[in-house]
């Protein structure tokens, strides 16, 4: 079971910065990722942890603003957002899974999914 939190309503140029809690199993061996969708279209890519070395991914739309890391011990990982845009608006869902490297961008990479929390960025 995955939850993400810290959604909310933002300027341009603002930050927030949103938490994926796992509850009921470990993720540990996981890679971690983070979607976002807007209505009427695809859910997309944003952000992936890989399960053996950390390393991690982003999209170029976000790269350079947003830094996921994960916290092994609580079984989290976070999503921190910065410099904004009102084209980050969306649903963002954590999402968890195994998927191969060719994959990790895709949505039927991932397994398990939580319900999402809402990002609204004002101009």
């Known amino acids: 079971q995955l939850q993400a939190s810290g959604g909310g309503l933002v300027q341009a140029g603002g930050s927030l910065r949103l938490s994926c809690a796992a509850s009921?199993?470990?993720?540990?061996?996981?890679?971690m990722g983070w979607f976002r969708q807007v209505p009427g279209k695809e859910r997309e890519f944003v952000a992936a942890s890989w399960r053996d070395t950390g390393y991690t991914y982003y999209a170029d739309s976000v790269k350079g603003r947003f830094t996921i890391s994960r916290d092994v011990a609580k079984n989290t990982v976070d999503l921190q957002m910065d410099s904004l845009v009102p084209e980050d608006t969306a649903v963002y869902y954590c999402a968890g899974g195994t998927p191969i490297l060719s994959s990790l961008r895709q949505v039927a990479g991932y397994r398990h999914w939580g319900p999402g929390t809402l990002v609204t960025v004002s101009s």
């Open positions: 009921g199993r470990t993720f540990n061996g996981y890679t």
